[in-house]
């Protein structure tokens, strides 16, 4: 099991901006998929943006143009940067890593992302 923390979150006005970090507890490059997901209350937990260890990146439809997903193999983090946050983006936001497709996924504790005015 990899140990992940998520950092960064909290309250932000509409239009403002958070960085969200993920350190993970072994070398990122071991890690075949990380990505952040985020559940918001009454919802089910959805796919926010995935980096694969050699760099590719996936966004859903709904953030994409406006989050980053990036890593630093120096520091086992990765991050998204969010921009342009939303009402809408409200949520618990948790760092996930996929090891393999034998293994079980882990996950971070989460972080509250709050987009408020």
């Known amino acids: 099991q990899v140990q992940l923390v998520e950092s960064g979150g909290g309250l932000v006005q509409p239009g403002g901006s958070l960085r969200l970090s993920c350190a993970a507890s072994?070398?990122?490059?071991?890690?075949?998929?990380m990505g952040w997901y985020r559940q918001a209350p009454g919802k089910q937990r959805e796919l926010v943006a995935t980096?694969?260890?050699?760099?590719?990146?996936n966004y859903a439809v709904a953030v994409k143009g406006r989050f980053t997903i990036s890593r630093d193999s120096a520091k086992n983090t990765v991050y998204l940067q969010m921009n342009s946050l939303k009402p809408e983006d409200t949520a618990l936001y948790y760092c996930?890593?996929?090891?393999?497709?034998?293994?079980?996924?882990?996950w971070g504790q989460g972080t509250q992302v709050t987009v408020s005015s």
């Open positions: 996930n890593a996929r090891r393999g497709a034998y293994v079980a996924d882990s």
């Open positions: 072994i070398n990122i490059f071991s890690i075949n998929i």
């Open positions: 980096i694969s260890n050699i760099g590719a990146a």
